[in-house]
């Protein structure tokens, strides 16, 4: 009994940590994605789900001829426009890939 109840009891370091990140992440949404590519890899996404095609060429590009683009990262992409409009924006973007990252820590920390 006490092997299932600890289960279920998260550390000290667990609440912090979630804690912290609900914080951060809910009052401050801005500051987690400084990246200037979040927003390219949404609209590429979204140009992927749109035409359901890859981008041959830099369609994103103003000040160079287009280029040949090789979209090696395309279904990240495509799951972050899906989150972005479906999950609640940038916030929604942030709490999804916090918790795909949390889920294999936890998975392999024995819990």
Sequence with gaps: MQNKLKFFVPSI???????????????VPSMLLIDDYTGLHIKIGE???????LPQYDIY???MPPHPYIVYKWLSEVVMALVYHYLGGLTGLVVFFFF??????????GF
């Design 13 to 27: 370091a667990d609440v912090i940590f979630i804690m912290l990140f609900l914080v951060l992440s809910l009052h």
């Design 47 to 53: 140009y992927i789900l749109n035409t359901f095609s």
């Design 61 to 63: 590009s103003s000040i």
């Design 100 to 109: 795909s990252l949390l889920l294999p820590v936890t998975c392999c920390s």
